[in-house]
C-alpha cells in the first residue's frame, strides 16, 4: 500500500496570508488526524476527521480549520498566517473504527511564515 | 499543558548500551500508550505501543514498562545501536484517535 502523502512538502509564506495543506491518507483509512510539531512543544493535536466529520479538536485558533473529503482525503487551512505559525504540519491516518489504532504518519509540510 | 510530560530531552549512550526514557501521564483515562521514533524529515513511525491493563511489553531490543498506579511508562533500547539515533515521542490516547504526545527525546548513539 502506497503511505500517507502529504503536499507540499515546503512552503514559504508571509504574514496575514493563507494557506491550505493537503494530506492524502492510506487507502481505507477513513480517519485522518493533523499535527503541529515544533521543536519547542512536539507534536500538537489539530483536529482529527473521520468519515468527513470532525470528531475531535486540539486547542487551536479558529485560524486553523480542516476539511476531510469523501474520498478520505483531507485538507487543512491557516488563515491570517503568523510568525509562530511556522512549523512542520503532520497528518496521520488511521482506519478509525475501533481502540488503539495505529497512526500512520507523512513526512509533513514544512510552512514558514515571514 | 502538557498531557503527558516526557524526560530526558537529550540522551547520549554508547553503542551497546541502555537507553531509558520516561514519560508521566494524569488523565486516568488514557487506554493507549504508543512509542513513535522520528528520524529527520520523516514523519514519526510507530515502534511499540502497550495497554495500562499490561505491565510490560517486549518487541526485539525495545521493551516498554508501564506502571498504573505511578502513571509512568517508559522505552528502553537494549544493545542501542547508531541506528537508533533519532527523536522518540511518547504519546497517550483516549480509545480513539486524538493523541498526546510527549516533547520528544533526541538520542544519540555513539558508535
Known amino acids: 500500500k502506497a503511505g500517507v502523502t502529504q503536499t507540499p512538502r515546503y512552503l514559504i509564506k508571509t504574514r496575514g496570508q493563507q494557506v491550505t495543506l493537503s494530506c492524502s491518507p492510506i487507502?481505507?483509512?477513513?480517519?485522518v488526524s493533523w499535527y503541529q510539531q515544533t521543536p519547542g512543544q512536539g507534536l500538537q493535536f489539530l483536529f482529527e476527521y473521520f468519515s468527513e466529520t470532525q470528531r475531535n479538536k486540539g486547542n487551536f485558533p479558529g485560524r486553523f480549520s480542516g476539511r476531510q473529503f469523501s474520498n478520505s482525503r483531507s485538507e487543512m487551512n491557516v488563515s491570517t498566517l503568523e510568525l509562530g505559525d511556522s512549523a512542520l504540519y503532520l497528518c496521520a491516518s488511521s482506519p478509525g473504527q475501533t481502540w488503539g489504532n495505529e497512526q500512520f504518519f507523512g513526512p509533513g509540510t514544512r510552512l514558514t511564515v515571514l | 499543558q502538557q498531557q503527558v510530560k516526557q524526560s530526558p530531552q537529550s540522551l547520549i549512550v554508547q553503542k551497546g548500551g541502555i537507553s531509558i526514557i520516561n514519560c508521566a501521564y494524569e488523565n486516568t483515562a488514557f487506554d493507549y500508550f504508543p512509542w513513535y521514533q522520528q528520524f529527520p524529515g520523516k514523519g514519526p513511525a510507530l515502534l511499540i505501543a502497550?495497554?495500562?491493563?499490561?505491565s510490560e511489553k517486549k518487541e526485539g531490543r525495545f521493551t516498554i514498562s508501564f506502571n498504573k498506579s505511578a502513571k509512568q511508562f517508559s522505552l528502553h533500547i537494549m544493545d542501542s545501536q547508531p541506528g537508533d539515533s533519532a527523536t522518540y515521542f511518547c504519546a497517550a490516547s483516549i480509545t480513539g484517535n486524538q493523541f498526546y504526545f510527549g516533547t520528544g527525546t533526541s538520542l544519540t548513539v555513539i558508535p
Open positions: 502497550i495497554r495500562p491493563d499490561v
Open positions: 487507502s481505507g483509512h477513513r480517519s
